[in-house]
């Protein structure tokens, strides 16, 4: 297949972001500057950013089909242009934050955006994956850098510990993931989603439910879900505070939709794979929750939390094959909910970066170092307030019309368990952010236990990031109607 102009303009994005990737390595090979590859990098995303919403909103598509297929390995089309402008989104608000925490880091960091900027090409490439081939190349682009952007703040040796953990776990996940695309590519002879989901022959086959079990465990694993989660609160806790933001955003967001698109094609048996989802979905959405609440970091907390959020977008997954829901409401209601989450989550780690920093030590994450932030910087505890509620879900935020979509999904599809399972996780996880919420507004303790007014210093991105999410999250959560007619256009 020949590439032609309107190819390339077609995947401007990812050609936006390489470009970036190179221009940083050249510049830092010239001149060392934090700054200056900081910055550089925010606007390649930026670039790469508008390059999607032009390929979306231009001419670059065809009319009536709203899709392109570039090489037969990938295609852009509405659900890949919007999981790549989530991407590109929280690859830019993450580089934001790493400006500011890396900003008094006593080495060079000018590698960090480099890493950054690797993964999330690998990302784009991974929500327009059609091709089993293209999608363990996102897959693996994605996550190579990231075990080095864990580690980045060698020194600490938490950070050392997540980056080796994460690569030991991740390369035993892909182990299950290759096993089963080679399973399911000697029984069909196809690479290609749509070839495989197109052969009948194929449907309630043993060796097929297995190759797609091999290949969900591969992707679960990435998405936390229980009980593939145990490195999640350990990496969450160890990493840099950017990195765990990109790990709870940016990661779950390509992985969730490759696996959406993959469900949707692929030839399994319903009696077997989708009792096997629901039981990931219902320990997920539980054990999330109870383990949280015996959590006093607020990383780990939010590792817990994401293990139980993406227990509720696995209901998604469970109703497009269970009661065959159509794929347009599923994927509706999962870009919705996944948009939803990552501002929510960016927000909340936005807050964080604010007050720590790896010059001073270990992250500042124990509940302890924000109990009385409100009475020193009521701004930023009122940001962090509002991420708490629409993490739960509180009516009138962003969390909750997300959940309302997914909720709506299974109810549509009769899925009435795992709607009161929804339910009552939500409930479990109403204290958990409440109680971090009350610490917040707790009377100050000494100055060494609490979030001194010399962390805040010089930390005018982190800043930004946590006045812009947290703004557009109160809007969503009051009038939603414009993300939802963007996700509307599938």
């Known amino acids: 297949m020949n590439l032609t102009s309107t190819h390339l303009l077609a995947i401007s994005p990812m050609i936006v972001t390489g470009l970036t990737v190179l221009v940083v390595m050249l510049v830092t090979a010239w001149r060392r500057s934090h700054a200056v590859s900081a910055t550089l990098t925010a606007i390649g995303l930026a670039l790469a950013f508008v390059a999607t919403l032009w390929v979306g909103f231009g001419s670059v598509l065809p009319h009536g089909t709203h899709s392109l297929s570039v090489t037969p390995v990938m295609v852009v089309d509405r659900y890949s242009l919007i999981f790549t402008g989530m991407v590109l989104v929280g690859g830019f608000f993450c ?99 749509n070839e495989i989901g197109a052969q009948p022959s194929l449907l309630g086959s043993r060796w097929t439910t297995i190759a797609v079990g091999m290949m969900v465990i591969g992707l679960a694993f990435k998405l936390s879900v229980i009980p593939f989660h145990l490195w999640t609160p350990d990496v969450y806790e160890g990493a840099p505070m950017p990195v765990t933001a990109f790990l709870a955003t940016v990661s779950k967001v390509a992985v969730f939709a490759a696996l959406l698109r993959f469900m949707i094609s692929a030839p399994v048996d319903r009696d077997i794979l989708y009792k096997v989802l629901s039981g990931l979905a219902i320990l997920s959405m539980l054990g999330g929750n109870l383990l949280a609440l015996l959590q006093n970091n607020l990383k780990r907390i939010m590792g817990y939390s994401s293990i139980a959020h993406l227990g509720y977008l696995m209901i998604v997954v469970v109703a497009l094959g ?3 829901s159509p794929a347009v409401s599923s994927a509706e209601a999962a870009a919705l909910y996944l948009g939803m989450y990552m501002l929510t989550a960016l927000g909340a780690f936005a807050v964080m970066t604010l007050v720590t920093s790896p010059y001073d030590g270990s992250d500042y994450a124990q509940l302890y170092h924000y109990r009385g932030l409100f009475w020193r910087h009521p701004y930023q505890a009122a940001g962090l307030s509002l991420m708490m509620i629409s993490m739960a879900g509180i009516p009138l935020t962003a969390g909750f019309v997300g959940k309302f979509y997914v909720v709506s999904v299974a109810v549509e599809s009769h899925l009435w368990w795992l709607a009161m399972v929804l339910v009552l996780g939500s409930a479990i996880g109403l204290y958990y952010y409440l109680r971090v919420m009350i610490t917040l507004f707790l009377p100050e303790r000494t100055e060494e236990e609490g979030v001194g007014a010399e962390r805040l210093k010089g930390a005018s991105c982190a800043l930004v990031t946590a006045f812009v999410v947290t703004t557009v999250v109160w809007i969503l959560g009051l009038y939603p109607t414009p993300l939802m007619n963007l996700v509307g256009t599938f």
């Open 322 to 324: 269970w009661h065959s």
């Open 95 to 193: 580089t934001l934050l790493g400006k500011t925490y890396f900003n008094r880091f006593d080495d060079h960091p000018d590698e960090f955006y480099m890493l950054l900027a690797c993964s999330v090409m690998g990302a784009i490439l991974l929500v327009s994956s059609v091709h089993m081939a293209a999608m363990f190349v996102g897959l693996e682009l994605m996550s190579v850098p990231l075990y080095g952007m864990a580690a980045f703040t060698y020194r600490n040796r938490n950070s050392l510990e997540a980056g080796i953990k994460y690569m030991v776990l991740s390369a035993l996940a892909t182990t299950f993931l290759l096993f089963g695309m080679a399973l399911l590519y000697a029984i069909s002879g196809s690479l290609l989603f």
